[in-house]
C-alpha cells in the first residue's frame, strides 16, 4: 500500500517538477540558445524540400548537401529577410510618424466636438459638463502617449546601430547551425534515440503524437484563417488608401484568430470613431472591410477547422485574467493559444496517468481518514 502511494507521489513530483521546468527553465534556455533555435525551425521548414531535391536529383546527400541546403536555407531566409524588412519599415515609419498621426487624430476629436456640440446643448449642465471633461482627458492621454512612445525612437535607434555586429553574428550562427540541422538530421535523430530511455522516449513519443493530431492541425487551419483575412484586410486598406496597410492588417488578423476578438474589436470602434468625425465614406469602407472578412471566414472556416476545437468562452476568460496578472496585456494575449494547446493535450489524454495517481492517492487518503475515526 505504502509502495503503490509512494509511486503517486513521486508521479506528481516529477509531473510537478517538469511543469515548473517548463515554465521557469525551457523559455531561459530558449532565450540563451536562440541563434540554434532559429536554426532548428528554419531546418525543420527547409528540410522537406531539401529532402524532395535529393529525391529527385538522385544524388548522394553527404554530395548533394551543400548545394542543395546551402540554397534552399538561401530561399528561406531571403523570404524571412524580406517579410521581415517590410514589417519592420512599417513599424518604424508607423513611430516615426506617430506626431502627425496625433495631430490628425486632435483634428477628428475636434471635428466630433463640433458635431456633439448641437447634442450637448441640449443635454443637462452636468452632462456636457461630462462630455467635455471626458473629450479634455482623451486628448492629454493621447498628448502623454506619444510623447512616451516618440522619446525612446531616437535612444533605439542609437542601440539598433550598436547591436549590429551582435546581430550578425547571430545570424551566422542561426545559418550554420540550420545547415548543420539538416545536413545531419539523420545523425541527431539518431543519438537522441540511443541516449534516451525508453519509458520517457514513450511517453514523449505519445504526447508528441497527441500534440500534433490535437493541436497542430488547429493551428495549421487558424494561421491559414488568419492570411486570408490579412489578405482581405490589406486589400481593402490599400483601396482605402490607409498608411502602413500591412502592420495593421496583420495585428487585426492576429486579433480575429484569438476567441473573444476578432476583426469587429478593431475595425467597429475605428469606424464609430469615423461616424463621430464626419468621414462616412471611410467608416463604410471600414465596415465593408469588417463585413466581407467576417463572410469569408465563415465560409471557410467549416472546412479548415471544425467548430469543436475551439475553446470554451469561459475557460477562454480564465485563461485571459491569468495571463493579464501574470504578465499584463502581453500575457492576456498569450495565454489564449496556451490555453488552447493545454486543454487539447487534456482532452488527447496527455495528462492521464497524472491524474489517475492524484485520484488514487486522493481515495488512498480518504481510505485512511476514514479507517482512523472507524478506530
Avoid at 515554465?23 to 532565450?31: G, S, T
Avoid at 532559429?38 to 554530395?63: C, E, Q, S, T, Y
Amino acid at each position: 500500500m505504502l509502495q503503490k502511494y509512494g509511486r503517486n507521489l513521486l508521479n506528481i513530483f516529477c509531473f510537478a517538477f517538469g511543469i515548473v521546468i517548463l515554465l521557469f527553465v525551457v523559455p531561459r534556455l530558449l532565450i540563451f540558445f536562440l541563434p540554434f533555435v532559429v536554426g532548428w525551425v528554419m531546418a525543420l521548414i527547409a528540410n522537406p524540400l531539401v529532402r524532395f531535391l535529393d529525391r529527385k536529383l538522385n544524388m548522394m546527400r553527404k554530395h548533394s548537401s551543400m548545394l542543395i541546403i546551402v540554397g534552399v536555407l538561401g530561399l528561406v531566409v531571403l523570404i524571412f529577410y524580406l517579410a521581415i524588412a517590410k514589417i519592420s519599415r512599417e513599424v518604424s515609419g508607423f513611430i516615426s510618424a506617430l506626431p502627425s498621426l496625433y495631430g490628425s487624430l486632435m483634428s477628428d476629436l475636434e471635428q466630433i466636438a463640433q458635431n456633439l456640440e448641437g447634442v450637448s446643448s441640449r443635454l443637462p449642465a452636468e452632462v456636457g459638463e461630462k462630455v467635455a471633461q471626458i473629450m479634455n482627458n482623451l486628448t492629454s492621454y493621447l498628448g502623454e502617449l506619444v510623447g512616451v512612445v516618440g522619446a525612446p525612437t531616437v535612444a533605439a535607434a542609437g542601440n539598433v546601430v550598436r547591436s549590429i555586429p551582435n546581430a550578425l553574428v547571430y545570424v551566422i550562427f542561426t545559418f550554420l547551425s540550420a545547415y548543420f540541422f539538416i545536413a545531419q538530421r539523420d545523425r541527431i535523430l539518431g543519438f537522441l534515440h540511443r541516449n534516451t530511455p525508453a519509458g520517457v522516449s514513450e511517453k514523449w513519443n505519445f504526447i508528441m503524437g497527441r500534440f500534433k493530431a490535437a493541436v497542430g492541425g488547429y493551428f495549421r487551419a487558424q494561421f491559414k484563417i488568419m492570411g486570408v483575412v490579412a489578405v482581405i484586410l490589406l486589400v481593402g486598406f490599400m483601396i482605402l488608401r490607409i498608411n502602413y496597410a500591412v502592420l495593421l492588417a496583420l495585428l487585426i488578423a492576429f486579433l480575429d484568430m484569438l476567441p473573444l476578438f476578432g476583426t469587429g474589436t478593431a475595425l467597429i470602434p475605428w469606424a464609430l470613431f469615423k461616424v463621430l468625425s464626419g468621414d462616412y465614406s471611410f467608416a463604410v469602407g471600414l465596415v465593408i472591410i469588417y463585413l466581407i472578412s467576417q463572410l469569408v471566414r465563415q465560409l471557410i472556416q467549416p472546412k479548415i477547422v471544425g467548430d469543436s476545437l475551439g475553446l470554451d468562452p469561459l475557460l477562454t476568460l480564465v485563461f485571459m485574467f491569468i495571463g493579464y496578472k501574470l504578465s499584463s496585456v502581453f500575457g492576456m494575449i498569450v495565454a489564449v493559444p496556451i490555453g488552447m494547446i493545454v486543454v487539447q493535450l487534456y482532452q488527447a489524454g496527455a495528462f492521464d496517468d497524472v491524474l489517475q495517481d492524484v485520484r488514487e492517492l486522493a481515495e488512498g487518503l480518504h481510505q485512511l481518514r476514514t479507517k482512523e475515526k472507524e478506530e
